[in-house]
């Protein structure tokens, strides 16, 4: 198994700019998450889904969009990208709740 | 909401020492902790967790400790190695109106422990 895997590693952004950052478990996780953490920071929920076709806010959501069409794919949207939007996003995944979820590497992003 | 907070921001200690990282949260109703370890450049890697039902629990050279009556975490490292250099995070769960928490962790700070040979 791959685990969770995210693309791109590495992105820098133009103001206003968007994009989409990819996640993929192979692991029929039904839980997904996507976090994101600011320089020496712990890290915030950005959104999460319980399973296909749901989704949901998470603490941070403002600019940022989510979708889930598949069990496997979680992809997060940026539209109109902004410097505070800078930090490294991790998406995560896990069978069941309450468990602790499995985390991708991450992808970090700048916006100038 | 839901804070979780750590007491030391670093730690440094000799290798072959114990460790002990200390993370305090705020809401009573959480119900799931995990213990999280993060090394440079890669995502977190999940070393122990435990339920609010427990107040202790052992793993492989780890221990968690929970104290509800403080809301109090802290994760014990017993014979520090360098490879155990990292920064570790504390984690919890509160159950939303219909018992589920769906994972929604909420992180502290994180404690950067450094293990000197």
């Known amino acids: 198994n791959a685990g969770v895997t995210q693309t791109p590693k590495f992105r820098i952004l133009k103001i206003g700019q968007s994009m989409t950052l990819q996640c993929a478990q192979d692991?029929?996780?039904?839980?997904m998450y996507w976090y994101r953490q600011d320089p020496g920071m712990g890290l915030k929920l950005i959104y999460y889904?319980?399973?296909?076709?749901?989704?949901d806010k998470g603490e941070v959501p403002n600019g940022y969009n989510v979708s889930r069409s598949t069990t496997e794919d979680f992809p997060l949207r940026l539209e109109l990208a902004a410097p505070s939007q800078t930090s490294v996003y991790f998406c995560?995944?896990?069978?069941?709740?309450?468990?602790?979820?499995?985390f991708g590497p991450g992808t970090r992003l700048t916006v100038l | 909401g839901e804070s979780v907070g750590l007491h030391l921001p670093t730690l440094s200690v000799q290798e072959g020492d114990n460790s002990i990282i200390n993370c305090a949260y705020s809401?009573?109703?959480?119900?799931?902790f995990i213990w999280y370890k993060q090394e440079s450049g890669k995502g977190p890697q999940f070393i122990i967790d435990?339920?609010?039902?427990?107040d202790k629990r052992q793993g492989q050279r780890v221990t968690v400790l929970l104290n509800k009556t403080v809301k109090h975490l802290s994760l014990q490292i017993a014979a520090t190695q360098p490879g155990d250099s990292a920064v570790y995070f504390c984690a919890s769960t509160e159950p939303n109106a219909g018992g589920t928490s769906y994972g929604k962790l909420t992180f502290g700070q994180g404690t950067i422990l450094t293990v000197h040979p």
């Open positions: 809401n009573s109703a959480s119900d799931y």
């Open positions: 995560a995944s896990s069978y069941s709740s309450p468990a602790a979820p499995f």
């Open positions: 889904s319980v399973g296909a076709g749901i989704t």
């Open positions: 435990i339920r609010s039902n427990m």
């Open positions: 692991m029929n996780h039904n839980y």
